[in-house]
């Protein structure tokens, strides 16, 4: 089927200013690279998103939620199936008393500024993370020893069966980058976070101390995913076992391991997203030659070849 041909399907259950065929993802991704998407939908409600997804699941169209793409790759051969995007009524972030409740197209960063600026502390870690509330859950993103996991108080969810949830955290199954929603095709629909109150300048202390490391430590002037791979079990860093298998600064065609972040991989200006798999697979092969250890990515891969 081809994009437009998803596209007049769709266009029966959704506005078609919200639907876009062959889109490239390179737009719609932090590495700034990859191919096309068949096509690419904006939802605005959890009415619209209930109606494209019954839709595509009817025509078994492969489908993918996507976030800010901070944490995702897309293969150069395209993704042959829908991108879905939350939008509209998923962008609402509100904090009343000592929550903070967000849509799952939220930015998880905006939250925790809002977070500290009504004094509540618990979110500081959040705000240098560049991806949406709906990506932080699944990932049980963290930073500087705070993680999704310590603050979440309940997550609204769609089941594939067209049905809304509640998820507590015990429901969760919450682990280091890991959630239940690694292991089932639900969506985030709202996540709720249970902050306490707290300093004012502490809080805003904190904020600027992290994201400075950041600045300092992190390649933040070239596109990159954040950290490629996880942290191993035994509790070693993937970016110092990168790096004392002397890999800082190899590259393969645009792509590079940073010398700033031995864990960030980052497109230099023409990286394809073959290049930066490749130098995924040859990472993994110097670290495992060098050191015994199995590094397993921490992002996404999205397209047919499946290497990752
Ligand atoms: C410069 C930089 C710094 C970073 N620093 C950190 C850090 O400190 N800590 C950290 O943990 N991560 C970090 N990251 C990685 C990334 O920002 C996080 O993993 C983030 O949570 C991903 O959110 P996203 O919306 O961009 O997800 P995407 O990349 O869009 O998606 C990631 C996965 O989540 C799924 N997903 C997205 N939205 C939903 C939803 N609503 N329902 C169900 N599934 C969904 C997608 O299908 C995909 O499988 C960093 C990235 C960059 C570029």
New binding site residues.
Partial sequence: MTGQEIADILSEHLDEHCIHPDQPMSEYT?FRTGGNALCLVEVNNVEELRRVLTCVRKKFLPY?????????LVEDEGYNGVIVK?EGDFKKIDVTGYEVTCG?GAS?AAAGRQAADMWLTGMEFAC?????V???I??N???FGGQVSDIIKRVKALTTAGEEIVLRPHELQFGY?HSI?CLKK???LEAVFELKKGDKNEINNKIETYSKERRDK?P?DLP????IFKNPKDGSAAGKLIEDAGLAGEHIGGAMVSRKHCNFIVNAGTATATDIIDLMDKVRNDVYKTFAVRLEPEI?VLGQRKRY
């Fill in positions: 932090s993918v939620i996507l976030g800010n793409g901070t944490n995702t939350l799952g998880f240098g993370i560049p991806g949406t709906g990506g932080a699944r990932q993103a963290g930073a980058r929603f639900y969506v985030v992190q933040l990159n995913a954040g950290s996404t």
